[in-house]
């Protein structure tokens, strides 16, 4: 499985962005496909998830914010951002697992990250 993501960029506090994960590979295995964001700070921080069922697992900070979708049988994964905070500047990586924890990826393979900055 690879994943390419884009999207990202510089943006006000109160604005949006979406952001965009190409997936390619084999994508059946892939049970759960989320977004994770780095901050300063030691570990990468599950945002939000879509399993193959179509439901979707956020985290407390961005519920009611930030909304992930899917097209193309999740070959397209989307993050939509509103009302951005200073806070949920980071790197925003998209995964895909097999497996799921805690309603986010489990040893997930990543894409290369897309930077979110917030001011």
């Known amino acids: 499985v690879q994943l390419v993501e884009s999207g990202g960029g510089s943006v006000q506090s109160g604005g949006s962005l979406r952001l965009s994960c190409t997936v390619s590979?084999?994508?059946?295995?892939?049970?759960?496909i989320g977004w994770f964001r780095q901050t300063p700070g030691p570990e990468r921080e599950g945002v939000a998830t879509?399993?193959?069922?179509?439901?979707?697992y956020y985290s407390g900070s961005v519920e009611g914010r930030f909304t992930i979708s899917q097209e193309n049988g999740r070959r397209t994964v989307y993050l939509q951002m509103n009302n951005l905070r200073p806070e949920d500047s980071g790197i925003y990586y998209c995964?895909?697992?097999?497996?799921?924890?805690?309603?986010?990826?489990?040893?997930?393979?990543w894409g290369q990250g897309t930077q979110v900055t917030v001011s």
């Open positions: 995964a895909a697992s097999r497996h799921c924890r805690g309603g986010f990826p489990l040893q997930p393979y």
């Open positions: 590979g084999y994508i059946a295995s892939s049970n759960c």
């Open positions: 879509i399993f193959v069922d179509g439901d979707s």
